[in-house]
């Protein structure tokens, strides 16, 4: 696989437009964990995962690239949206949105992106995938998923289930625990 | 496509999640670094997807089931949260602190009986 | 024959577990009786078996006066030549066995009259002397355990028994001196005497384990036939010497005995004059040709019984308390005793043990019929009893010629035996041994003399006391004390009185004649003793006779201050010592259990900071574990 692999330097074309989308993808989650605006926050959300789906896109997968997008960026930002809007958070820029932990945070952080940056360079440094468009097309992932992953794929919509019942539970104010 | 790339991206993604998660206390907001993290992972399954050529395609399912179960658990999470307001009027990760020790009284830092001794 | 023995001992045993478990047994529903009736059952508890031991104890002498002699050649295996000895069991304790034996022979019985009718006395005395005593059943039974535990000594034929004996008396006269314990000084009495013998006996126990080492058995035949080198018998016997010095009130160790006078005067009079304390010299005895192999020990002896007589004597002549007197005076005969030991006669020092068991628990007696009149110990409050006592008086008479020497009371031929062993001794320090215990029957004159004068003679000077503390007996309004009381004194005054000429009597026989010579200037000199102190009590009878001491009369009252210099040398430091320890107790050992503590709760409460419920934290901590075992991990492989 990785015989034939060409340098890391220069890139090829694929992995310019990859970079890119992966830097966007950085600098938006930086700036949804920085910035001041709950809302915006939620906005740069959608960017990031905007750029994550044309970095699916770009590795060939491309089912796993929509349901991207269809699931986060329409489903789970719209929910975080009405959370935030019915927490009554102030729109607009606030002050305390971060606590006091933040410098451990950050040198935790920090010290997370070291070992694992230098730990995945060390480990794949000349790991080279060769492009094959069309591998993650809906049709082979369908087929895989109804033939050889059709179990989880139950259990999945059990947990589904379970999840919905669980937030349909604790949302309703008219349903009281057991005292 | 050098399997450095997407990883090393996903890494850095991650570990700002992680910052997220730890910093932020609006917890809605902390929810968001979850899917920060978990969208880390992702992309670390669909990679390696690719370098391997998986015939099962069992990074990309997995993928798909993660995106599946972070729905899910956004969905409870965001239930909980919105509980947590009803009852505190509050999402502020740090100033929810029932785990917390009773503070005692000050100045009765010690220890029952110990007088007697 | 040996079962007499064993029974002799066991009866007294009997009568003190009855005396303690069955006095009181079925009167809980007799109402106000039942005091009575505990009182009645008691006294015939104490009694009776004392009587039957005292029978059977002639009965043993009797019997053993026609055995086979033995060549033993002393003066009481002339008398009682026979001999029984019986082994109950041997017990293996895996390295020297002991024998549970019982022996008989002349010294033992000898010994065992002397115990069994003063014992006897003393029981028949007691009822009349505690009649209103609510805890007359136990004492009555402590002095029947103490009589069996005596008798268990003499007739123990292993050492190991002997002790337990020895044991039980220490016991016993802790329990009896602090019979009336609701008195501080009692209790305090009763607990500094069974210290002080506890120390001697410390060393008598260790004496007792290197003998029956060094000669393979605890028997005590087999310990006096056996083969020790003569170091080991020397420690052996100082060692031995330590605990004969406890029990018998020798120099060092004798401070316990003028406080044991705390006890009701019957236990003063059977314990600590005519029985207990005359254990000491009867184990001396009893291992004689042990301690005849270790002349060290006897020198030893002679010096401590020299200071202890003479010392002794002069503290007597001061005292002011009558029972303090007689304490003094015991301390002073028995030191007679030890004298006449050291002297290598130990026929001289039983018939003085003898001698002065009888005098000695007579005046006693006889000092309790007079504190029962007067209602208090101190002769200042006495005088000019002679017409209120007139049987009281001629027995303590008695007692008060016997204890000076004077003829022919039984204590002139003893202390005329003893003085002239002294004087025909060899030892080094017996020049110094004579010219102390000559002196000393000088003062011993005039004590008795003075204590004699200052109770009978004189103007009365009764006070009225208005209630008598527990300690004193309770004032009669009788001119004279109940007959159970009379009757043993005037039982013990026979004795008393002809002891001296039976024992001489019987000394002759065995070829040990009175030595006149000596014996006239014993008497001179006690004479002189009591013509001194009469003088002086003639010129002035409201005054103490004791003046004539001059500025050493509060040093003799002090008994020479060696009670105020064990307090100093002893027990202050031992009390700081124990202040000190309990303060580091306090301060360091607790002050390191608290310190840890304190430490602990400080530190916990630096870890609870970070316990402070916010959630993130708990998860920045995790991931920076999470972290930290990634690198190590990573750079550990």
């Given amino acids: ?134 591998q993650g097309a809906a049709e082979p992932l369908g087929a895989s998923v109804f033939r050889t992953w059709v179990l989880p794929f139950e259990a999945l919509s059990v947990l589904l289930l379970a999840a919905l019942i669980g937030a349909i539970v604790l949302s309703r104010t008219d349903i009281r625990g057991r005292e | ?108 830092g010690r220890l029952d009986g110990e007088d007697a001794l | 024959m040996i079962a007499v023995v064993a029974l002799i001992v066991l009866l007294p045993f009997a009568a003190a577990a009855a005396g303690l478990l069955a006095t009181r047994l079925g009167t809980r529903n007799l109402g106000p009786r039942a005091e009575r009736v505990a009182y009645r059952r008691a006294a015939w508890f104490a009694i009776v078996p004392g009587g039957v031991s005292a029978a059977l104890t002639v009965w043993l002498a009797a019997s053993l006066a026609g055995g086979a002699g033995t060549s033993e050649g002393r003066f009481w295996s002339e008398l009682l030549p026979g001999r029984v000895e019986g082994t109950l069991t041997v017990v293996e304790t895996g390295s020297v066995p002991i024998s549970l034996t019982l022996r008989d022979d002349g010294l033992s019985v000898l010994t065992g009259i002397l115990v069994v009718v003063v014992a006897l006395a003393v029981q028949v005395y007691s009822v009349g002397y505690m009649r209103d005593e609510p805890r007359y059943p136990s004492y009555s039974a402590f002095v029947s355990l103490f009589t069996s535990a005596m008798l268990l000594v003499v007739y123990a034929g292993d050492l190991i028994v002997l002790y337990a004996g020895w044991e039980i008396m220490g016991l016993c006269s802790y329990l009896l001196i602090g019979h009336w314990w609701e008195d501080r000084a009692n209790s305090r009495a009763a607990v500094k005497a069974f210290l002080v013998t506890r120390l001697g006996d410390v060393g008598f126990l260790f004496g007792i384990f290197v003998l029956g080492t060094a000669a393979g058995g605890f028997r005590i035949d087999d310990v006096l036939r056996a083969d020790i080198p003569q170091g080991t018998l020397i420690a052996a016997t100082l060692l031995l010497l330590a605990g004969v010095a406890g029990k018998s009130a020798q120099v060092p160790l004798h401070t316990w005995l003028p406080d044991a006078m705390a006890g009701p005067t019957p236990i003063s009079a059977l314990i600590h004059a005519a029985t207990m304390v005359a254990a000491g010299i009867f184990v001396v005895a009893r291992l004689y040709p042990a301690f005849l192999a270790a002349p060290p020990t006897l020198d030893v002896l002679g010096v401590v019984a020299a200071v202890g007589m003479l010392g002794a004597a002069l503290a007597a002549l001061a005292q002011d308390d009558l029972k303090r007197v007689l304490a003094y005076s015991t301390i002073s005969q028995l030191a007679y005793m030890g004298a006449a030991l050291a002297a290598g006669s130990d026929l001289a020092a039983m018939f003085h043990l003898v001698s002065h068991g009888a005098f000695k628990a007579l005046l006693f007696l006889c000092a309790g019929l007079v504190i029962h009149h007067v209602g208090s110990n101190l002769i200042s409050h006495m005088g000019g009893l002679r017409r209120a006592l007139p049987i009281t008086f001629w027995t303590m008479t008695i007692g008060f010629a016997a204890l000076a020497g004077l003829p022919p009371a039984s204590g002139f031929f003893s202390k005329d035996a003893v003085l002239s062993a002294v004087e025909h001794g060899t030892g080094p320090a017996q020049p110094f041994v004579y010219a102390s215990a000559l002196l000393t029957v ?62 001489s009597a019987a000394g002759s026989a065995a070829g040990v004649k009175v030595e006149w010579g000596p014996a006239a200037v014993s008497l001179a000199v006690a004479l002189l003793g009591a013509g001194i102190v009469y003088a002086l009590w003639r010129s002035a009878p409201e005054q103490d006779p004791a003046r004539l001491l001059g500025p050493f009369r509060v040093p003799c009252e002090r008994a020479f201050y060696v009670d105020a210099a064990y307090a100093a040398l002893v027990a202050r430091p031992v009390l700081r010592l124990a202040r000190a320890v309990v303060r580091t107790d306090a301060r360091v050992v607790d002050g390191a259990v608290r310190g840890s503590g304190r430490a602990t709760l400080g530190l916990s409460g630096l870890v609870r900071l970070a316990q402070n419920g916010n959630a993130q934290l708990y998860v920045t901590g995790l991931f920076a574990g999470l972290v930290l075992i990634a690198v190590a991990a990573v750079v550990l492989t």
């Fill in chain 2, 1 to 108: 496509m050098h399997v450095v790339y997407p990883v090393v991206i996903s890494a850095l993604l991650f570990s700002i999640g992680v910052y997220g998660v730890l910093a932020r206390r609006n917890a809605i907001l902390v929810l968001m670094s979850v899917e920060l993290m978990l969208n880390a992972v992702n992309l670390n399954l669909v990679a390696f997807d690719v370098w391997l050529r998986d015939r099962l395609h069992g990074g990309q399912v997995l993928t798909l089931f993660v995106i599946v179960i972070a729905a899910a658990e956004l969905g409870l999470g965001l239930a909980i949260v919105l509980a947590v307001f009803r009852t505190r009027r509050t999402v502020d990760v740090d100033r929810l602190r029932a785990l917390a020790e009773v503070v005692r009284a000050p100045g009765s």
């Fill in chain 3, 442 to 503: 000088g003062v011993t004159g005039a004590y008795a003399a003075r204590a004699w004068l200052r109770t009978f003679f004189g103007p009365a000077r009764v006070e009225p006391l208005a209630e008598p503390p527990p300690g004193v007996a309770h004032v009669f309004d009788g001119r004279e004390a109940p007959r159970s009381m009379l009757w043993p004194a005037g039982v013990l005054a026979v004795p008393a009185l002809l002891l001296g000429l039976a024992g």
């Fill in chain 1, 1 to 134: 696989m990785t015989s034939q692999a060409p340098g890391l330097w220069p890139p090829s074309g694929p992995e310019i437009v990859f970079l890119l989308l992966g830097a966007v993808a950085v600098g938006s989650a930086l700036l949804v964990v920085t910035t001041r605006q709950l809302v915006h926050a939620a906005l740069w959300l959608v960017v990031c995962f905007g750029a994550l789906a044309g970095g699916y896109l770009v590795l060939t997968a491309e089912f796993v690239a929509w349901v991207q997008v269809l699931i986060y960026v329409g489903a789970v930002v719209v929910l975080l949206l009405f959370g935030i809007m019915l927490t009554r958070a102030p729109i607009g820029p606030s002050a305390g949105l971060d606590s006091g932990n933040r410098w451990a945070a950050a040198l935790v952080a920090v010290a997370t992106a070291a070992v694992l940056v230098t730990v995945v360079i060390t480990g794949f440094r000349s790991a080279y995938a060769p492009l094959q468009p069309g």
